[in-house]
């Protein structure tokens, strides 16, 4: 299906030695029935002619925020109010740090302050560069912020390393577009409940136990299922800083218990529940005071299992649980789908690279009591569409 055909898209090119590709993608784009104006940077001309640009888009590239050449309009936020989306692509390390702290000092940059549409990333850099911890930072800034991050696979750059860095292909960035256009609403009318998240068991006033969570991927859950319709219902632990839609109904936790006591009062009002945060699932009586001797033990109590709450009693509803596993995987996670009563398992095998806790990316099998999908390496946000559909299905 070609939801691309009528659309605007926005093309931000940056100083990259893969903005050779993007010229692939404008082909590609204009063919499909989209209208395309690029945007570059002065870097960027370096690498490819704006020339180049302008004969496949067939519209002037702009690359000077004060050029006089131009029919009379304030054109960046002209070209903001066209956009349907803008696709940075190559978005380098210079140009995500610009976005994240909101600095607007060329044409790109101003214009996409301006805009209100889906924004779109695809980072190419030096390895190094792009695992930087700063540079991850401006990432999950930008994608906490609603912007999408598109990865290109590991292999070869311009520098003469080896490794992750390079620009996705344009081929991903047009099914990614064309996903964007055709976007489901096959949650309307339904209610979703999602959790995200660690939890804490305080030990005293000062200290508590907790996991790695950051809650990107329920976060990403919840969004999905937002923007195909649903009503979220969202209760949320100790996560990253989001941009929570105001639309949901947010629940505030801090630990297990207060997590299991949001989920029983909101359950009922659910459709499909999703148990994606990552609760202590062991608890303490916690001392009165600081504790301060030289050595000193704990005796943990097991918490209420939520996740077996809600299969038992829920219904016809669906229930969709995580498992975070090391070992025997799936049978792991095929046991922890019967014991909880689940329909669903999203099993998550913490010892690949680009999976687990605290990234962008995850890497998942899908488990029913009847198939296991094996899915690769992808964004938090595009597995969470799978997961919706996957659970649509059953």
Not at 101 to 116: K, N, Y
Not at 197 to 203: D, E, N, V
Not at 288 to 295: C, H, L, P
Request: proline share 3%.
């Amino acid at each position: 299906m070609n939801a691309i055909k009528g659309k605007t898209v926005l093309i931000g090119v940056t100083g990259g030695i893969a903005a050779y590709k993007t010229c692939s993608v404008v082909s590609a784009l204009v063919k499909l029935g989209a209208t395309c104006h690029v945007m570059m940077t002065k870097n960027a001309t370096n690498f490819v002619a704006p020339l180049s640009f302008e004969t496949l888009s067939h519209n002037r590239v702009t690359v000077d925020t004060f050029d006089r050449d131009f029919t009379w309009e304030v054109e960046h936020v002209a070209l903001s109010k066209k956009a349907d989306a803008v696709l940075i692509a190559p978005a380098t390390a210079n140009v995500i740090a610009k976005l994240a702290a909101g600095i607007c000092d060329d044409f790109l940059t101003t214009t996409v302050l301006a805009c209100t549409c889906p924004i779109i990333i695809a980072p190419a850099m030096n390895t190094a560069m792009l695992e930087n911890p700063v540079t991850w930072m401006n990432i999950d800034t930008l994608v906490s912020r609603g912007m999408m991050a598109v990865f290109g696979g590991e292999g070869r750059l311009a520098c003469g390393d080896t490794g992750a860095g390079r620009m996705a292909e344009p081929d991903d960035l047009i099914e990614e577009l064309n996903k964007l256009f055709s976007k489901k609403c096959d949650l309307t009318g339904k209610t979703v409940l999602v959790t995200s998240g660690a939890t804490r068991a305080p030990i005293d006033p000062v200290r508590f136990l907790t996991n790695r969570s950051s809650g990107k991927m329920g976060y990403s859950i919840a969004l999905a299922a937002h923007e195909r319709g649903a009503n979220v219902i969202y209760v949320k632990g100790i996560t990253n800083d989001f941009n929570i839609p105001q639309e949901w109904e947010v629940h505030s936790v801090t630990t297990t218990a207060e997590l299991y006591s949001a989920v029983k009062d909101s359950y009922e009002k659910a459709d499909i529940i999703v148990a994606a945060a990552a609760p202590c699932d062991y608890e303490i009586e916690p001392a009165g005071s600081k504790i301060k001797s030289e050595t000193f033990s704990l005796t943990l109590k097991k918490t209420t299992d939520i996740a077996a709450f809600v299969g038992k009693n829920k219904g016809k509803r669906k229930l969709v649980v995580f498992a975070a596993e090391t070992d025997d995987c799936e049978k792991n996670a095929l046991s922890k789908l019967k014991k909880k009563n689940a329909d669903l398992v999203v099993l998550n095998d913490v010892t690949k690279k680009g999976a687990g806790f605290d990234t962008d990316t995850n890497i998942a099998t899908l488990i029913t009591e009847k198939s296991a999908e094996p899915l690769p390496i992808m964004s938090k946000r595009d597995l969470a569409d799978r997961i919706l559909d996957k659970t649509l299905e059953l």
